[in-house]
């Protein structure tokens, strides 16, 4: 039975897991203060969060919420990266924080609720960012746009050039 405080720690979990979008579980067993304080910056002025939670609060948290199962990499300390705005931002946040640091090691990762191995979430973290994808869309929009706007004038352009051509030759100017 949870002491009032654990409930507390519980209910706090539940409510960040239904507002996240994507979330990363690691283990950081071996980074000094330095290390975990540098990290927490890192994710913090990327708008995502640092915590390291005991594994059977965060279980409990995880079933509360309604989201992925998790129970299976629950092994050892525990600590999760939660994003809030961007769904790849916290894989690729943490999956460059992870190639230079040596220490810590992927678990898991979930996006909604859907589990994602440590695999699937390095593939993610190599997607382009979402202004990058809405950009290239765009630009997949505008180039034939462009095209067709370029041909429907090209017959006044044409008719244009011609008249001024005309009139060169009588002698008149524009």
Partial sequence: ??????????DTLTEK???AKALVLMQT?????????ELRKKLRSSGMEFQVVKNTLFRNATHAAGVA??????????????GYDDDASVAKAVLDYVRTSKIVTV?????????LSAAQLESLSKLPGRDA?????????????????????APA???VQILRNYAEKQGATF
């Fill in 29 to 37: 067993q071996g980074l000094n203060v330095a290390e975990q304080t």
């Fill in 107 to 115: 678990k898991a990762g979930m996006m909604g609720n859907q589990k």
């Fill in 17 to 19: 897991l239904r507002r």
């Fill in 69 to 82: 199962n998790v129970d299976d990499v629950l092994v050892g300390p525990t600590a999760i990266a939660i």
């Fill in 133 to 153: 994808l809405r950009s290239q869309a765009v630009g997949t929009v505008q180039g034939p746009l462009s095209q067709v706007t370029g041909l429907l004038g």
């Fill in 1 to 10: 039975m949870p002491t009032p405080r654990k409930n507390a720690i519980i």
């Fill in 157 to 159: 352009r044409d008719l």
